[in-house]
């Protein structure tokens, strides 16, 4: 189980993660997610520039079984997307913590981050 929480991001109730590298956030789903979702056949990203809330929608993700809506762990301003995942969205199913991270989010408060799950919570709530 440990081995596909990692152990450097934090993450949502609603199975996405977030790393902070820099003045920059990065989010995906996780492991456990993509996994629940089975083969991921489309991603709907947000633009960027845009500003995403903190717990609210700001994509979909859609599989072969289910379409899920996509929650923001913070607020802030959407400074890069993941253009790969328009022509390639099963790399959310191969890589979901490297190639198949979603948004790169300028954060509006990094405080926010301290609500988030470390991995053994993250890990809790999955059992």
């Known amino acids: 189980m440990s081995d596909s929480i990692p152990q450097n991001l934090k993450y949502t109730k609603e199975h ?8 920059t956030v990065t989010v995906g789903v996780t492991h456990h997610a993509q996994e629940s979702l089975g083969d991921v056949v489309y991603v709907e990203l947000p633009k ?7 717990g609210k929608q700001f994509g979909v993700i859609e599989s072969t079984k289910a379409v899920s809506d996509l929650y923001a762990p913070l607020s802030g301003k959407v400074v890069k997307v993941n253009d790969a ?17 979603i948004v790169e989010v300028e954060p509006s ?12 919570a993250y890990g809790e709530l999955l059992k």
């Open 109 to 120: 408060d990094t405080e926010q981050l301290g609500k988030l799950l470390d991995a053994a």
């Open 48 to 54: 960027l520039g845009a500003t995403i809330t903190e």
């Open 16 to 23: 996405e993660w977030a790393r902070v590298e820099g003045k």
């Open 85 to 101: 995942l328009t022509g390639n969205p099963s790399i959310i199913n191969t890589d979901p913590y490297g190639a198949g991270w």
